[in-house]
């Protein structure tokens, strides 16, 4: 028996599928373009394929994300703040005890305070501004002609010596970056402020919510260890990364499937 969870974001399509040990078998990852139930669906059937498994082996599927609705051979949705609590079930996750989670993916950003149960107690979540998600590295990569995987190695190279980025507003960012470069700042100057202030805005959103260690940092975007360690200074304290940070949604799906599978 296999069961999926479907992540579909703003930005990227996670499927996580696992078996009733709630063992992750598989994942994939694709890009969400504009036809979300077409290409879950087409991603689906490929990691059943690529795993040898018959569609039927599957006995539920859940979806949440931004896109959750718009899959309809879905069997249930969860929202994404619930998905996420769930994907602390990670064998890599579980005995962490992890009590603070950091989401941030392309369109919004979250902060989740977990409780001794490993569920939500409350959280705060900014979707109404670019500033302070993947958008914002989306949009300085290509304004810095790189691609979001460089990040990473530029923040590295810049050591401690960080531009300053005032703009609050991702707009008024990409002419800030552009200022910056004809003034011949570096690129690895640049993409450590960025970081700066994307972990700055997380710290003030996380003021409305008891922030505890251990914390987690997810989503797309904690493929990036210069963010990590951006968020660690800011926030003065150890961030933990899982293997795949932009399944722990997905995963949570799936961990969702099984608790509420009834055989017949
Ligand atoms: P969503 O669920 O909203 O689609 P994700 O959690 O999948 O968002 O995160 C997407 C973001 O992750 C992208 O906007 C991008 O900035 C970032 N990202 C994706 N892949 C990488 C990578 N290899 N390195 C660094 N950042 C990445």
Same mark, same amino acid.
């Not at 302070?132 to 995987?149: N, P, Q, S």
């Not at 100057?189 to 409305?208: Q, T």
């Not at 099984?258 to 599978?261: G, H, K, Q, W």
């Given at each position: 028996m296999y069961f999926i969870g479907i992540d579909i974001g703003s930005t990227a399509i996670k499927i996580a599928m696992i078996n009733e040990q709630k063992k992750l078998v598989d994942f994939s990852v694709s890009p969400s373009g504009s036809m979300f139930h077409k290409y879950a669906l087409v991603q689906y059937e490929a990691l059943c394929k690529k795993n040898n498994i018959d569609p039927k082996e599957v006995k539920r599927i859940i979806t949440t994300g931004y896109g959750r609705k718009l899959f309809k051979t879905s069997n249930d949705q969860i929202n994404e703040i619930t998905a996420n609590a769930l994907g602390l079930q990670n064998e890599d996750l579980k005995a962490l005890n992890i009590r603070t989670i950091?989401? *941030?993916g392309g369109q919004d950003s979250k902060v989740l305070e977990i409780n001794d149960n490993g569920g939500v107690q409350d959280f705060v979540m900014n979707d109404k501004?670019?500033?302070?998600?993947?958008?914002?590295?989306?949009?300085?990569?290509?304004?810095? #002609?790189?691609?979001?995987? #460089?990040? #990473?190695?530029?923040?590295?190279?810049?050591? =401690?010596?960080?531009a300053e980025i005032n703009s609050s507003? !991702?707009?008024f960012a990409e002419s800030e970056i552009i200022s910056l470069l004809a #003034?011949?700042?570096?690129?690895?100057? *640049?993409?450590?402020? *960025?970081?700066?202030? *994307? !972990?700055?805005?997380?710290?003030?959103?996380?003021?409305?919510?008891?922030?505890?260690?251990?914390?987690?940092?997810?989503?797309?975007?904690?493929?990036n260890n210069g963010l990590k360690q951006a968020l660690e200074e800011e926030f003065m304290t150890e961030i933990i990364v899982s293997k795949n940070p932009e399944i722990t949604s997905a995963f949570g799906a799936a961990i969702f499937a099984?608790?509420? =599978?009834q055989p017949e």
């Open positions: 950091i989401n *941030i501004c670019a500033a302070g998600t993947g958008k914002f590295l989306d949009m300085a990569a290509r304004t810095l #002609e790189i691609g979001v995987d #460089e990040l #990473e190695k530029l923040h590295f190279e810049a050591g =401690y010596s960080a507003c !991702a707009v #003034e011949g700042t570096s690129k690895s100057e *640049i993409v450590a402020g *960025i970081h700066n202030s *994307i !972990a700055k805005r997380i710290r003030r959103l996380s003021r409305k919510i008891h922030f505890q260690a251990p914390v987690l940092f997810d989503g797309g975007t904690a493929l099984v608790n509420s =599978y």
